[in-house]
């Protein structure tokens, strides 16, 4: 009988929708636009999703419009027995808020494959028994190791070659 709120409901959003109903969870999503032909209920806003959810997924995208969009309000709606679960981008959640949160337990538990300022992780974070942190291989598939494999290669041919890097690291 427990409930998962997906916030984005994309492709990935379905897909983590499609599991937990397979467990007998309950879904809800929110993300801005209805998506149409689900059978999953849509909330108003994020913070109803959280209201109404034991588990909350973040699965929507990063940028602008998203930044912080799991703040305070929304772990606080999410509750000293939820766990917020972020597998998107980690600038969607407000680091210093979660980790306030499941300091004083206004949020019972997060799981985080990614952070806010990848690869570093707050030794807060690394500090609290409420969380889990995994170094963003939730994508791991053995097409996107070969795909990131490939795009290694080609780094390395464009950085030999003169070229400028496909993926630059400052």
């Known amino acids: ?5 997906v916030f984005g409901f994309g492709r990935i959003g379905q897909a983590v929708a499609a599991r937990a109903a397979a467990f007998g969870m309950r879904t809800r999503y929110f993300q801005p636009r209805a998506v149409d032909g689900v059978a999953v209920v849509r909330c108003a806003s994020l913070l109803e999703l959280a209201r109404a959810s034991d588990y909350l997924v973040v699965c929507a995208p990063g940028g602008a419009a998203t930044r912080h969009a799991v703040d305070a309000e929304v772990m606080a709606a999410l509750g000293s027995e939820g766990t917020l679960v972020n597998v998107a981008r980690g600038s969607l959640v407000d680091q210093d808020a979660l980790i306030a949160a499941l300091r004083d337990g206004t949020l019972g538990m997060a799981a985080l494959d990614v952070f806010d300022n990848e690869p570093h992780v707050p030794p807060a974070l690394r500090e609290l ?7 963003h291989v939730g994508s791991l598939t053995v097409e996107t190791r070969h795909a990131m494999g490939q795009l290694v290669v080609d ?16």
């Open 1 to 5: 009988g427990k409930v998962c709120g």
């Open 129 to 135: 028994e409420n969380v889990v942190l995994t170094p």
């Open 155 to 170: 780094n390395l041919l464009a950085h030999f070659g003169g070229q400028p890097l496909l993926t630059p690291v400052p």
